[in-house]
């Protein structure tokens, strides 16, 4: 997906269902299944990564997402979001920059927000 080196601090593994809101304080990946929101503090850098087999039945809110795997929620991007061709968004994505890779699949809005 992105050119950029990550650094993730957490990863939740296929074979994990978690059920219910996470705040998340660090960057993180998520191959596994989730029911409930993403959260980051607002005014950070941090990035959540849903890898190909990640699924998220929430929304998302982060300075960066970035997507290859199922998200059935809006996505709130304070700065970037990176659909691989991998990618179905069944939802609203807001963003200031986006990259998608041909075969991203998007039902949904896309949002740019204003850079002044």
Not at 37 to 66: C, F, M, Q, W, Y
Not at 77 to 82: D, F, M, P, T
Not at 90 to 100: A, C, L, M, W
């Amino acid at each position: 997906m992105s050119n950029q080196i990550e650094h993730f601090d957490s990863f939740i593994g296929q074979s994990t269902k978690i059920f219910g809101r996470m705040e998340i304080h660090a960057s993180i990946r998520i191959d596994g299944k989730v029911q409930g929101d993403l959260e980051t503090p607002p005014h950070t850098s941090i990035t959540i990564a849903i890898g190909k087999s990640g699924d998220v039945s929430g929304d998302i809110k982060a300075n960066r997402v970035l997507i290859a795997g199922t998200v059935h929620g809006n996505i709130y991007a304070a700065e970037h979001v990176e659909l691989a061709k991998t990618a179905h968004v069944r939802g609203d994505i807001s963003f200031k920059s986006i990259r998608v890779e041909h075969g991203a699949n998007v039902e949904g809005h896309l949002i740019k927000k204003s850079t002044k």
